[in-house]
């Protein structure tokens, strides 16, 4: 494992984020049986450290003048990191009225531009255009901001991972993008996504810094980030880090992985990035048992508490599908669910 | 900061650095006709907008292909790159999805981007940026998206298949986008000013015959004027035919509504301006009032634009009508590159005539 270059309050923290991705997610697995999540659930089980460990890496700050950050789908964790609330994730994922987007839009596609993140679509790829745009505006407004996102091994293989990394890297814009290399696209292996020995591989193609890392060592994952964030900010450009990871679940709850060889998933459950940090802490004194169960015991509540906050909102009024298409014009309502059937003319 | 980009950053929450610095160079005679009162193209207009928007604003920047030293494809932005620098004209790889892609990023950040396709027939290679995440950012909750993409389109010019496309309909049916598509060199000065300091996406069609076309050349106000986007302008008024169409076939329809005026056929001619959103009401005003109605576009036939206006008008004056809505468009093939093929593809003068005769007659 990579040394700690972190404070030990800054470690018990990460702990803590790395607690509080694991336990969300067991809650939404449990809502999600009970019927109470709308559509998909995707885990990130056995690669949240790929996720808290970049995002520690980052300036964060309240007030929209912070470094800005573009999850994937499995990057719960770094919304977390950015202060995204487990309620908001929850409602998210349940559809409810007073979630972020207002029941319009699911689980980690949502934005909060003063604590400094931008929800994916699901087109893949397409963030990196996106948040190479991002950058190229603290480029040009001379801020010293930078702008971070993940992709997936899969659309790694996208037109718009291509187009967006490129123009960022001929703009030596400052954007860091991770390939988060977790083995598996839906049931595609890496091994039919791309001919190069390791993604990593493709930094030289676009002419930018590149590295890669063990993504379930935390700290392996925050120091490499932390290099590429630093370097951004001097104005060298863009960086492209490659995490190797382990997709334990299946890409959404209902997948049943029989495409998984056996014996894959108990290899991977033995490097598990949680367990894996917590033995690290405690064999190397950065904290005692009792800490560690205290962060975990405080996470167990403050989730527990948003379940709680969650399933008690509402659901959104049908006629909110409404507003908001444009700025200055509105959606026209159904004539027939109109009481001016009667006038018309 | 203008009255719209502060409102976008109050929703969005982004400061302004006020870092970027507005140049305060002198302005080069090529942008300085009007402001000398000296007649313009269509071109020299759109250009005399981008400049005075970039000078007005240091928000505004401009993407594309070729557009710095070497000014763009059709000399647009000559210029521009010696006065606003390279950080505010960035020539881009040929990547329109990407660049696109990117104007989204940075309009999240407040900035108002403007870019150009080289051809409007690459916009296709933008589709999925503009129509699922562009479109979709203000009701997503994801903020406004203070966007333009601008470019040349349509056909005449023998440039073949793909660089004489009217790609309008594509877009049309996305929700969230606005589409504009000037015929005169005022409106298409006036529209692109709105267009740049509207908070929602817009969709900016020049057509490319009508660029330097002697006919259109006029003097403009000096006075910094905007056309608002989703107004309809009548170009002719008339009381027995309503001709509804936009962009070059607003001339070629004023061509055709000369030669029936001496049979008495006295043609109105509706120059939408903007497709998106349609000003339905203007449409249908007209209707009730010549009762025959003729849609013309340059556009394919099926999924073109007269469909759906003809829609409206059955759903809002029917019974205005004393004939049927007809259309007058190209056919429904790719567009041809030799002439005798593309003459026979372009909707001509005389279709026009003929579907009016037809009206008036009916």
Redesign the interface.
């Given at each position: 494992m990579s040394k700690a270059s972190l404070k030990r309050e800054q470690l018990h923290e990460v702990y803590y984020y790395l607690q509080l991705t694991r336990q969300v997610e067991q809650v939404l697995t449990n809502l999600y049986r009970q019927n109470k999540v709308i559509g998909g659930l995707y885990r990130s089980l056995g690669q949240e450290a790929t996720a808290v460990g970049s995002a520690y890496a980052l300036r964060r700050r309240e007030?929209?003048?912070g470094d800005?950050l573009s999850p994937a789908i499995r990057n719960l964790g770094s919304l977390f990191v950015m202060g995204a609330q487990p309620a908001d994730v929850m409602k998210q994922y349940m559809a409810k009225g007073d979630s972020?987007?207002?029941g319009?839009?699911q689980n980690v596609?949502?934005?909060d531009?003063?604590k400094g993140f931008?929800?994916l679509?699901s087109?893949l790829g397409?963030m990196?255009?996106?948040?190479?745009?991002?950058?190229?505006?603290?480029?040009?407004?001379?801020?010293s901001r930078v702008?971070l996102t993940y992709i997936g091994d899969g659309a790694s293989s996208t037109?718009?991972f291509?187009?967006?990394f490129?123009?960022?890297a001929?703009?030596k814009a400052p954007l860091v993008l991770i390939i988060e290399n977790n083995c598996y696209a839906y049931s595609t292996p890496v091994s039919r996504q791309t001919a190069c020995e390791s993604f990593v591989d493709k930094a030289a193609g676009y002419g930018v810094h590149g590295e890669r890392c063990d993504g379930n060592d935390v700290l392996a994952v925050y120091e490499m980030t932390k290099k590429a964030v630093d370097r951004a900010r001097a104005g060298e450009g863009a960086s492209l880090l490659e995490v190797m990871t382990y997709r334990r679940m299946g890409h959404a709850e209902h997948d049943s992985q029989q495409y998984v060889p056996a014996g894959e998933r108990e290899a991977w459950e033995l490097k598990d990035p949680l367990a894996r940090y917590e033995a690290r802490l405690l064999a190397e004194g950065y904290a005692e048992q009792q800490e560690l169960d205290a962060i975990a015991a405080r996470v167990a509540e403050e989730v527990d508490r948003a379940r709680e906050a969650a399933e008690s909102a509402g659901m959104p009024q049908p006629e909110w599908a409404l507003g908001?298409?444009?700025?200055?014009?509105e959606?026209a309502a159904p004539w027939t669910r109109t009481a001016g059937i009667r006038n018309?003319? | 900061m203008d009255e719209n980009s502060g409102n976008q950053e109050q929703e969005?929450?982004?400061?302004d650095?006020g870092?970027?610095l507005a140049t305060v160079l002198e302005k080069p005679e090529h942008v300085r006709n009007t402001q000398d009162g000296k007649p313009v193209t269509m071109l020299e207009a759109i250009r005399e907008a981008l400049w005075e928007e970039m000078e007005r604003d240091p928000n505004v920047?401009i993407m594309g292909e070729d557009i710095g030293v070497y000014g763009g494809a059709f000399k647009m932005t000559e210029g521009f790159i010696d006065h606003f620098g390279e950080?505010?004209i960035?020539d881009?790889?040929i990547?329109e999805?990407?660049?696109?892609?990117?104007?989204?990023?940075?309009?999240?950040?407040?900035?108002r981007?403007v870019v150009e396709m080289q051809f409007m027939d690459f916009v296709s290679c933008a589709y999925?940026?503009l129509t699922?995440?562009i479109a979709?950012s203000?009701?997503?909750?994801?903020?406004?998206m203070p966007l333009v993409v601008r470019g040349p389109v349509g056909g005449g010019v023998r440039g073949g298949p793909f660089h004489s496309q009217n790609p309008e309909m594509a877009f049309f049916h996305t929700?969230?986008l606005?589409i504009v598509y000037p015929s005169t060199a005022r409106d298409a000065k006036g529209l692109l000013k709105a267009a740049i300091r509207?908070?929602?996406p817009v969709l900016y069609f020049e057509h490319k015959k009508l660029y330097r076309a002697p006919f259109l050349r006029e003097v403009l106000p000096k006075d910094d004027y905007v056309v608002p986007l989703?107004k309809s302008r009548t170009h002719r008024a008339g009381k027995d035919i309503s001709i509804i169409t936009y962009g070059m076939m607003v001339h070629e329809s004023a061509k055709a509504a000369d030669e029936l005026s001496r049979d008495n056929i006295d043609v109105e001619i509706i120059d939408l301006r903007t497709l998106l959103?349609l000003d339905e009401d203007a449409i249908i005003e007209s209707v009730k009032k010549t009762n025959r109605v003729l849609v013309v576009h340059e556009d394919t036939r099926t999924g073109g634009i007269a469909g759906e206006i003809s829609m409206r008008i059955n759903?809002?004056a029917f019974e205005y009508l004393d004939a049927p809505p007809l259309r007058v468009t190209a056919i429904d093939t790719p567009v041809p590159y030799s002439p005798p093929l593309e003459d026979y593809y372009l909707p001509q003068v005389s279709d026009i005539v003929t579907a009016c005769r037809y009206l008036a007659k009916y």
């Open positions: 007030d929209g003048t800005i972020p987007t207002r319009r839009e596609h949502f934005c531009y003063e931008i929800g679509i087109h397409i990196v255009e996106i948040m190479c745009g991002v950058a190229l505006s603290f480029k040009l407004r001379n801020e702008a037109g718009a291509h187009e967006g490129n123009f960022a001929v703009q908001g298409v444009y700025g200055d014009a959606t018309r003319n | 969005l929450g982004i400061r650095t870092e970027i920047f950080n505010r960035i881009t790889p990547s999805a990407g660049f696109t892609g990117a104007a989204a990023g940075a309009a999240h950040m407040g900035l981007p999925e940026p699922n995440y979709t203000r009701w997503r909750h994801a903020g406004a929700p969230g606005k509207d908070d929602d989703g959103p759903e809002r």
